[in-house]
């Protein structure tokens, strides 16, 4: 109630725009299928709203969690996805950042434009199936995974063990 442009960007979104579903076909591999739900497009505003949740949103530790949890990556997915199903109708994004307790405040974040194009040139890098991990963008290694059917990670099951502080109590 007492930030006006977070309001503002909020209610300027009509009903079917509100946790809009996009779907669509990689300009890179034909194999794959891109997948999202969008909390806000605010088509009169041009922008993206992407609503999260934060203990703390201040500036310093908000930065924190954009980069903690990926919030970048998730802002250039959103914007090719939209460039690919609405051309030029969206030139921003913003995340509304609530506080997850009392007195719930509110701050509005605007990503850099130039910074979500280095992210979505990182993502869509080539560097070939037998390139180093370092040198193949995330869709490339996905894309990878999806067409031989071979995931990485942790293949056996693992046991996780107490703390050692718990013998302490």
Request: net charge negative; charged share 30%; with cysteine.
């Amino acid at each position: 109630k007492d930030r006006p442009e977070a309001g503002v960007l909020l209610r300027s979104a009509p009903p079917d725009k509100r946790e809009a579903v996009l779907v669509w076909k990689s300009p890179l591999y034909e194999n794959l299928m891109h997948k999202a739900r969008v909390d806000l497009l605010c088509e009169d505003q041009k922008t993206i709203i992407d609503l999260k949740t934060s203990r703390d949103i201040s500036p310093d530790k908000f930065q924190r969690d954009a980069d903690t949890f990926n919030y970048w990556i998730q802002a250039a997915l959103y914007m090719r996805g939209v460039e690919a199903l609405m051309p030029g109708k969206f030139e921003h994004y913003v995340i509304v950042a609530v506080e997850k307790k009392p007195p719930y405040q509110v701050a509005t974040y605007l990503l850099d434009k130039d910074w979500i194009k280095m992210i979505q040139e990182q993502l869509e890098k080539k560097g070939g199936p037998e390139a180093p991990k370092e040198e193949q963008g995330l869709i490339e290694r996905y894309s990878l995974a999806v067409s031989t059917d071979e995931w990485p990670g942790y293949d056996s099951l693992m046991q996780l063990q107490p703390p050692r502080y718990f013998n302490s109590l």
